[in-house]
């Protein structure tokens, strides 16, 4: 069985091309980069290796590589396309060209991207095509030639919905039913761990996220809210304990590998964004308060960002030098001033402005 992918660069061959040459599947990649694929075909290879040594290196092989220009019309079912979100209406015209109107494909965005099925799915213009969505997790990065390094990240998570009943035969891609609510799980337990780690990082002068990530202090705080956190999801969504605990475990595993370099002031950028109501810290807070869970981590966590500063944030200079902390915290936040997490919030944010963690 074959698979076309669409996009041939560091997610489309590092992460997704290794999916499918973990099930054993033929690849045809389609890529705009006449060069990348001159270089595909020639060197008929190219080589995975992983973050750490956490596994051995991976060989893909059994693809073949084309341009725009060499494809008259795709025979597989299943696509996969992997270039950037400005790109996908340019990907959906080619596409509309080159599908055939008697038979029904399945397509699947895998790049991170605003509503990136429905960009696409409107640029194909065609009812025989369904097209879903992905969330990608894995962190790829080009090495020497076409060979990558890659965090060993075994999934792809796709809105199951929008497949319409159609289940992909690589082991890799797991389609979710809700995927709305699967988002929301990835913010709250990614998104929020990172919000921890460059927040409490900042505070406690680091600028290298790895090393942030590591702090025996952090850790311990990182591992209290997951606990929280796993709990809280399981009880909203209904997600399995144990499926939910690998999930965060993941993620842990991604922030706390010192090979993947990484910044405390990339991940803490633009806080005033992340402090929404509905947003990494607040958002989950709030679930876990609804639950009886622990809250305590987050409200440093938030706490921390209102303490924030570093060059670059002109937004948010600009936000804190017009209102203060509480303000910020209930208008930005959502967090009424009544609301119990919001003097525990409060009572950090003075103590760290004149002591840190």
């Known amino acids: 069985m074959s698979i076309t992918v669409i996009g041939a660069g560091k997610t489309g061959r590092g992460f997704i091309g290794r999916l499918l040459a973990e099930s054993e599947k033929e690849i045809r990649f389609i890529d705009r980069d006449a060069a990348l694929v001159a270089e595909l075909n020639a060197k008929k290879q190219f080589r995975i290796s992983f973050f750490g040594g956490k596994r051995a290196d991976f060989a893909v092989g059994n693809y073949t590589a084309r341009t725009w220009d060499n494809v008259q019309k795709i025979e597989d079912e299943l696509i996969l396309v992997s270039v950037c979100g400005p790109n996908l209406p340019d990907v959906g015209a080619a596409l509309k060209t080159r599908l055939d109107p008697a038979k029904h494909y399945y397509v699947i965005t895998a790049e991170n991207s605003s509503k990136p099925a429905k960009v696409l799915k409107e640029a194909i213009g065609m009812e025989n095509v369904s097209v879903s969505e992905s969330t990608v997790f894995c962190t790829t990065i080009e090495k020497d030639g076409l060979n990558?390094?890659?965090?060993?990240?075994?999934?792809?998570?796709?809105?199951?919905?929008?497949?319409?009943?159609?289940t992909p035969d690589v082991k890799g891609i797991r389609p979710v039913g809700e995927f709305g609510n699967f988002l929301t799980r990835k913010l709250f337990t990614y998104n929020a761990a990172s919000c921890v780690i460059a927040y409490l990082g900042w505070l406690r002068g680091y600028t290298d996220y790895g090393e942030a990530a590591n702090d025996p202090e952090?850790?311990?705080?990182?591992?209290?809210?997951?606990?929280?956190?796993?709990?809280a999801l399981c009880k909203e969504f209904g997600y399995e304990e144990k499926d939910q605990a690998e999930f965060a475990a993941l993620s842990k595993v991604k922030f706390t590998d010192r090979t993947i370099v990484d910044t405390v002031a990339r991940n803490a950028r633009e806080p005033q964004r992340k402090l929404g109501a509905n947003e990494r810290v607040i958002g989950p807070m709030?679930?876990?308060?609804?639950?009886?869970?622990?809250?305590?981590?987050?409200?440093?966590?938030?706490?921390?960002?209102?303490?924030?500063?570093?060059?670059?944030?002109?937004?948010?200079?600009?936000i804190k030098a017009e209102k203060d902390a509480a303000t910020i915290l209930t208008e930005i936040g959502g967090v009424p001033a009544d609301h119990p997490c919001f003097a525990r919030i409060m009572a950090h944010y003075k103590a760290f402005s004149k002591d840190k963690f």
């Open 218 to 231: 952090i850790l311990e705080l990182l591992d209290r809210n997951y606990a929280a956190t796993n709990k």
């Open 286 to 318: 709030l679930l876990l308060h609804r639950y009886g869970e622990d809250t305590s981590v987050l409200e440093m966590t938030a706490a921390a960002m209102l303490c924030y500063d570093n060059d670059g944030e002109d937004k948010w200079r600009a």
């Open 148 to 166: 990558i390094s890659s965090e060993n990240y075994p999934y792809l998570q796709c809105d199951a919905d929008l497949l319409e009943g159609y």
